[in-house]
């Protein structure tokens, strides 16, 4: 069974910082894998994703400077590393592999973990 499983959600005030991780077991993605948020009464939207080898990220635009994603294959692990974070970056964040079509588009991502809450107060 495949299963990806996301972790170091929390509570933290403006400014703080926080690291999420996303481990996968039941198989090896090979593929670009993201992480992807959801705002409560908002759809789903693209944070970041990276390559296989780690080379090639993508970020949505407002998280640019402060997020970070990377990866360990050996682990089977991507991370993603959050910085200055701001109220509005408040939601249950995910992530995913990607399997057909854009990288930067959700709906080509399966495999969806069950998600992890980010509060960030003002």
């Known amino acids: 069974q495949v299963q990806l499983v996301e972790s170091g959600g929390g509570l933290v005030q403006a400014g703080g910082s926080l690291r999420l991780s996303c481990t996968a077991s039941?198989?090896?993605?090979?593929?670009?894998m993201g992480w992807f948020r959801q705002a409560p009464g908002k759809e789903r939207e693209f944070v970041a994703t990276?390559?296989?080898?780690?080379?090639?990220?993508y970020y949505r635009n407002s998280v640019k400077g402060r997020f970070t994603i990377s990866r360990d294959n050996a682990k089977n692990t991507v991370y993603l590393q959050m910085n200055s974070l701001k109220p509005e970056d408040t939601a249950v964040y995910y992530c995913?592999?990607?399997?057909?079509?854009?990288?930067?588009?959700?709906?080509?991502?399966?495999?969806w973990g069950q998600g992890t809450q980010v509060t960030v107060s003002s």
């Open positions: 995913a592999a990607h399997l057909f079509g854009a990288v930067v588009a959700t709906t080509g991502y399966g495999y």
């Open positions: 039941g198989r090896t993605f090979s593929s670009y």
């Open positions: 990276i390559s296989w080898s780690g080379g090639t990220t």
